[in-house]
């Protein structure tokens, strides 16, 4: 199974960004991006940006995460 992840880029440098989710950050290539920058968010799969994406859309999709960490916790 794959998964992909939106991401939000905190600097870029050449082809390489630090991107950030849930605090935790990490180096990933944006090579398939033109001019990516710093306060976008990203699709992030297998260490590449593969897509920008809509900031709301990237809200909403976080807001799904952490209801699903918080269901997976409620469960044991």
Request: proline letters at 5%.
């Given at each position: ?13 050449g ?16 090579r ?12 992030v ?13 990237a809200?909403?999709t ?15």
């Amino acid at each position: 199974m794959c998964l992909a992840v939106p991401m939000k880029i905190i600097a870029v440098e050449g082809e390489k960004a630090r991107v950030s989710l849930g605090g935790l950050a990490q180096e990933i290539d944006v090579r398939f991006l033109s001019n990516p920058r710093p306060g976008e968010y990203v699709i992030v799969h297998a260490g590449f940006a593969i897509e920008r994406l809509d900031p709301g859309e990237a809200e909403k999709t976080l807001a799904l995460f952490r209801e699903m960490e918080l269901l997976d916790k409620a469960n044991g």
